[in-house]
T-cell receptor, first 108, second 116 residues
Framework: EDKVVQSPLSLVVHEGDTVTLNCSYEVTNFRSLLWYKQEKKAPTFLFMLTSSGIEKKSGRLSSILDKKELSSILNITATQTGDSAIYLCAVNDYKLSFGAGTTVTVRA | DAGVTQSPTHLIKTRGQQVTLRCSPKSGHDTVSWYQQALGQGPQFIFQ???????QRGNFPDRFSGHQFPNYSSELNVNALLLGDSALYLC???????????????FGSGTQLSVL
């Protein structure tokens, strides 16, 4: 059975801090890894990673995949209160298998 | 442009009852997937519908069934409800060319189901 583990489960930071979220996986047929941000209810797409070592960036967020270590990290720099959310990692083997998420709380 | 819409937003049922949840995909999307998200957990894949047929299914019992209509909207039906079925049910849509990559999957805000 596919397995996706995220760490930490939760963290609290202050505005301006940098956070690093981890995702490790064990899947049968890896095709890609995706990151989502879930505020309130609907997850919204952040990144899709397919190749090792290639960093994807969007503003203050960046992510990289390590297929040798079966893991990915999501970095958020200069955090803002609007970054408070649950960050979900999912692995795609034709269907998405999600981790339990990391709850990030950014305090002003 | 409306995104993915789900109804109802909240629902309370008792054990043994049956429930139907509804989803309208984002405009231009023809593939719909359903996910169950229990409290404190990530979403779990239930099934995917494309061209009015179930194409993929996750590890859920036959009590969970679905349907897709010619206008691409979809229903999720759950029979013989159990307390453990209490969860947020998310619908997600995409286009046929992305139904395997799951790239740019758009999620609705979900239906919160409580089973008492």
């Amino acid at each position: 059975e596919d397995k996706v583990v995220q760490s930490p489960l939760s963290l609290v930071v202050h505005e301006g801090d940098t956070v690093t979220l981890n995702c490790s996986y064990e899947v049968t047929n890896f095709r890609s890894l995706l990151w989502y941000k879930q505020e309130k209810k609907a997850p919204t797409f952040l990144f899709m990673l397919t190749s090792s070592g290639i960093e994807k960036k969007s503003g203050r967020l960046s992510s990289i995949l390590d297929k040798k270590e079966l893991s990915s990290i999501l970095n958020i720099t200069a955090t803002q209160t609007g970054d408070s959310a649950i960050y979900l990692c999912a692995v795609n083997d034709y269907k998405l298998s999600f981790g339990a998420g990391t709850t990030v709380t950014v305090r002003a | 442009d409306a995104g993915v819409t789900q109804s109802p937003t909240h629902l309370i049922k008792t054990r043994g009852q049956q429930v139907t949840l509804r989803c309208s995909p984002k405009s231009g999307h023809d593939t719909v997937s359903w996910y169950q998200q229990a409290l404190g957990q990530g979403p779990q894949f239930i099934f995917q519908y494309y061209e009015e047929e179930e194409r993929q299914r996750g590890n859920f019992p036959d009590r969970f069934s679905g349907h897709q209509f010619p206008n691409y909207s979809s229903e999720l039906n759950v029979n013989a409800l159990l307390l453990g079925d209490s969860a947020l049910y998310l619908c997600a849509s995409t286009t046929r060319d992305r139904r395997f990559t799951n790239e740019k999957l758009f999620f609705g805000s979900g239906t919160q189901l409580s089973v008492l």
